[in-house]
């Protein structure tokens, strides 16, 4: 007898359940391309056609030969793979060709400084970090310029050449006033300087503002889950650390406000002297850490970013001085046609970070790009993780990135040629079920397909995956034991089933999906619960 089937489920034991509950309990044993496979009773592997892609991660699909190869080369030379505190020279090969690709698609200049990590989430992290020191050596620069400046006045007052400016008490909060103010210069001074202090010292211990939009996924670890947008993922851990701002991808009015209402709850006092008179100013204080998006949001539901909301974005954010965190975990490494989908609506990021694909399916990687002006070395020193930058994560992702850009970007054009045929698939299905199909979305080869609300379905199966919200859970089960397609719905947006093949895909596996979605669209059409569960 198999030992596996005796043993107790100690690896999240809930989940098997689930899984096995939706009909999506299936260990696969092997993987190529855009194919996965198990064993079935009879000992023979049974072919299921993955539109999953490792979540969006296998761009060049699963256990590409070319990959493979050399990773087993690079295994084979005896490189190390852990060499921490050294130079490598494949890391730095790889962030060469990443700015020669970003300076390509987006018309940059100045350089990216890159920064390994392993995991997506990890990767926003230290972005968000690398954004947050950044900021803070900015504000304890101005601090310091301000307390020159009283200095400055202090010295003023002591030699004996100085008055405060009536009008600077009503330019400071309570309870500096003249009244409380009424001595010597000095004295006047420095009530001033105390109400200036206390105020300043308010505006410095604010936390950070993030910015994300509405429908956002930026990962699940401690700090990037404040930045997803979903509560069922973030509301438990909120005391954990700073939230962010939401606000909607196309409501441009909203995003304006938001950012001026932070702006303004965010200038500091300065004392300036002129002619002996001493005055208090306002200065604008670096409250921005990030703002964060993706240009399609893949787990909010595959929702692009147009090319109106990411202009209003860009121009929002740059007149606020806020960083533009661009998160290419999941659209990025050519998914929708370009190397980053971002560029394919004009933005430009201060930081942009990738993943997935990254790591070509075989390894775990991940990168922070830093634009120049934000780039604080220092940075390097507080910041680093054992696993980041190994030798053959960086070897690996080096080789992808050659792989993309080989033929002059032909895996770029293959990618929009298998993604236009792919979404022409949907859209016939869309065309043809109506009442059960309300949208399909995407870009290149990340393609959604959004159902209606069947929670008035007939078919209690139907009715109550749709009330319980995991509808596209049942779809996904049905699809694999019926028609040996797999597929998952978005992690935020259940009701909507994701396509995320590699390059690869083929007619066949396109007409494979194709009828697999047209019988699931007649099943709920027909609300025919004999069908689903039979
Ligand atoms: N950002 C985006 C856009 C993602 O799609 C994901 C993963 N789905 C993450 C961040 C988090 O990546 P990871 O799961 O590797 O932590």
């Known amino acids: 007898m198999d030992s596996a089937a005796t043993e107790p489920q100690l690896t999240e034991p809930y989940l098997t359940t689930v899984l096995s509950n939706s009909g999506l309990g299936v260990e696969y044993v092997r993987g190529e391309g855009n194919t996965l496979f198990h064993v079935g009773a009879d000992g023979k592997e049974i072919p299921v056609t993955d539109y999953c892609g490792g979540y969006a991660s296998l761009i060049l699909g699963h256990n590409n030969a070319e990959l493979t190869a050399h990773a087993k080369a690079v295994l084979d030379s005896g490189i190390p793979v852990y060499a921490q505190f050294s130079r490598h020279s494949a890391a730095n090969r790889l962030a060469v060709k990443l700015n020669e690709i970003v300076a390509r698609e987006t018309g940059a200049t100045e350089p990216y400084f890159a920064h390994f990590a392993s995991t997506g989430a990890e990767a926003i992290e230290t972005a968000v970090k690398q954004a947050e020191f950044d900021r803070v050596l900015k504000a304890s620069a101005l601090m310091s310029e301000i307390e ?241 930058k190994d030798g053959f994560s960086t070897a690996v992702a080096l080789k992808v990135v050659e792989l993309l850009e080989a033929d002059d970007g032909a895996a770029y054009r293959q990618v929009e040629e298998r993604g236009e045929m792919l979404r022409a698939a949907l859209d016939r299905v869309r065309a043809d079920y109506p009442e059960v199909v309300k949208d399909t979305r995407g870009k290149g080869l990340l393609q959604g397909l959004e159902f209606h609300d069947q929670s008035g379905s007939a078919a209690p199966t139907i009715s109550s995956a749709a009330q319980g919200g995991i509808l596209g859970y049942v779809a996904a089960g049905y699809l694999l034991g019926a028609h040996r397609v797999r597929v998952l719905p978005t992690a935020s947006a259940p009701n909507t089933l994701r396509f995320a093949p590699s390059l690869h895909l083929t007619q066949e596996e396109t007409d494979q999906l194709e009828a697999a979605l047209r019988d699931l669209c007649s099943l709920f059409r027909d609300e025919d619960e004999r069908r689903l569960t039979g």
């Not at 509405?214 to 997803?228: C, D, I, P, R």
Request: hydrophobic residues 40%.
């Open 148 to 388: 020159a400046h009283v200095e400055q006045a202090r010295r003023a007052a002591r030699e004996g050449h100085l008055t405060v400016a009536d009008s600077a008490y009503g330019k400071v909060p309570a309870p500096a006033s003249p009244a409380t103010a009424a001595g010597s210069p000095q004295e006047a001074l420095e009530h001033l300087v105390a109400a200036v202090t206390r105020h300043n010292g308010e505006v410095a211990d604010r936390p950070p503002a993030l910015l994300a939009l509405e429908g956002s996924f930026h990962g699940k670890l401690m700090g990037s889950v404040q930045l997803t947008h979903n509560s069922g993922f973030r509301s438990a851990f909120g005391r954990l650390g700073a939230q962010a701002h939401f606000v909607p991808p196309n409501q441009p009015d909203v995003l304006t406000k938001t950012v001026e209402g932070i702006r303004a709850q965010g200038r500091v006092l300065d004392v300036v002297v002129t002619d002996g008179v001493a005055d208090v100013v306002e200065r604008d204080y670096p409250v921005f850490c990030a703002f964060l998006l993706e240009p399609i949001q893949g787990e909010g539901g595959i929702r692009v970013l147009d090319r109106e909301a990411a202009e209003h974005i860009q121009r929002v954010s740059a007149e606020a001085d806020c960083p533009l965190l661009i998160d290419e975990i999941q659209t990025g490494l050519g998914r929708t046609g370009a190397f980053l989908a971002s560029s394919l609506v004009g933005l430009r990021g201060d930081y942009y970070v990738l993943s997935k694909s990254l790591g070509g399916g075989i390894a775990k990687s991940s990168v922070v790009l830093v634009h120049q002006k934000r780039y604080r070395g220092e940075f390097e020193l507080v910041h680093s993780s054992t696993f980041a």
